[in-house]
């Protein structure tokens, strides 16, 4: 695709919560860049809301076809239910358009197999949403890791101790398999084991344990798991939706120092501590702590990343590989809470029944507090 000049034309399909906090907001913070010309949304008075905050030159539509057929965007920004995500996703790539789509991207590895064809025919591209990534302390703590200057990591711990009441799983897609793919593992950590993938690279081997202990949910409202990577370092997983006292943090012993973020939805520079070993000098730990101008991680950062890959003609971050390590990473850890062994990187592909569904079959039956139980 070749980028032009001047400002892209974008969609965004559902107009619920997340696009009204999160991506309008990003709309507007890169207004010189991209234009809102329209939105989608099934619910006339979701649609009519929001197109009295975004502006009433916002083309209304009730169908994603229909849209896309009018307007012919450049760039459309998904925030719908999860089950949707592939069908939307694929119909804009078709159109030509590129996707930045919620988390998770799509249900399963086979649906993601499905969108990366799309992108193939389309030479469009689709990214997920994972805006932790983008924040600047993430990108300093990366740079940081991946170049070596921490020393190897080691240890790491992944939390998301979050809550959720009835209220919350009221909504009918939420807690289901077909609608959300799963529990707090698809729908809630997931921005966390993301952040720490991307800060830790590959991963070679998963074993894990879910449960539903609370809530009248089909998927799991906890899951656990331990992960080895492939430079050596371990690491625990932590994804719950049962904390009262909830948190989100990252945290990566490597021989020369502990880098930690804790945050609740959302980081700062501020949020990000390095703790060095005994042995290293006060000179070099000062230049860990400079990560430049602060930029919060969220859907403007993120877009940002997004425009500016679209400007150099590119595949924009949050694609493709990016993008099915994340899913894959899910995958391998229902499929070991559900089997109850430890699931090897690329080993789930077609023909395994964890590559069509994240439950692999185990959902309808399971009690939800043990493996593979009825
Ligand atoms: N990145 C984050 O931090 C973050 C936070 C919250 C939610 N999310 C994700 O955002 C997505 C939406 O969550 P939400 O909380 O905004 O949900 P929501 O229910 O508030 O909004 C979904 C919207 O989609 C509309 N919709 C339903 N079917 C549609 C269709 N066929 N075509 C067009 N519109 C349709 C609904 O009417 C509703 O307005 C989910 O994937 C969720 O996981 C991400």
Redesign the pocket.
């Known amino acids: 695709m070749t980028p032009s000049s001047g400002r892209r034309r974008a969609a965004v ?10 991506h309008l907001p990003a709309l507007r913070a890169h207004a010189d860049r991209v234009e809102l010309v329209a939105a ?4 006339p008075g ?2 009519d809301a929001f197109r009295a905050e975004a502006g009433e030159e916002v083309v209304g539509f009730a ?2 076809e229909a849209m896309l057929d009018a307007v012919r965007p450049d760039l459309v920004l998904i ?4 089950s ?2 592939r069908e ?1 996703i694929v119909a804009a790539l078709k159109a030509g358009a590129w996707v930045l789509c ?3 991207l799509c249900l399963s590895l086979a649906e993601y197999d499905e969108i990366a064809a799309a992108e193939t025919a389309s030479g469009a591209y689709a990214s997920v ?3 932790h990534r983008y924040g600047s302390g993430a990108v300093r703590a990366r740079e940081l890791i991946r170049s070596g200057e921490l020393g190897a990591p080691l240890v790491a711990h992944c939390q998301t101790t979050w809550h959720r009441d009835a209220g919350y799983y009221s ?1 009918p ?1 939420r807690g289901r398999w077909d609608t ?1 793919g799963g529990g707090p593992t698809m ?1 809630h950590g997931i ?1 966390q084991y993301d952040l720490l993938l991307h800060l830790l690279g590959e991963w070679e081997e998963v074993q894990a344990m879910a449960a539903r202990l609370v809530h009248d949910t089909e998927s799991e409202d906890v899951s656990t798991a331990l992960v080895r990577f492939a430079g050596g370092a371990l690491a625990t997983v932590v994804n719950s939706v049962l904390s009262p006292d909830e948190v989100s943090r990252v945290r990566v012993d490597c021989a020369a120092a502990t880098v930690e973020v804790t945050h609740l ?1 959302g980081h700062r520079n501020a949020d990000w501590v390095y703790t060095p070993a005994p042995h290293v000098a006060r000179e070099r730990v000062a230049a860990w702590r400079e990560a430049g101008v602060d930029v919060p991680s969220s ?1 403007t950062a993120q877009l940002g990343y997004v425009l500016d890959a679209w400007d150099a003609g590119v595949r924009p971050p949050g694609s493709g590989r990016e993008a099915r390590d994340t899913l894959e990473f899910a995958a391998a850890l229902y499929k070991a809470a559900f089997t109850g062994r430890a699931v090897r990187a690329g080993e789930i592909g077609p023909g395994d029944s964890f590559y069509e569904v994240m439950h692999g079959g185990f959902g309808e039956t399971w009690s939800g507090r043990g493996v593979g139980r009825a």
């Open positions: 399909i559902g107009t619920g919560a997340i696009v009204v906090g999160g989608v949304d099934v619910d979701r649609l169908s994603t925030g719908t239910p999860p949707l995500h939307q919620e988390k998770p949403i994972f805006q909504v897609w959300e729908g921005h939805y859907h």
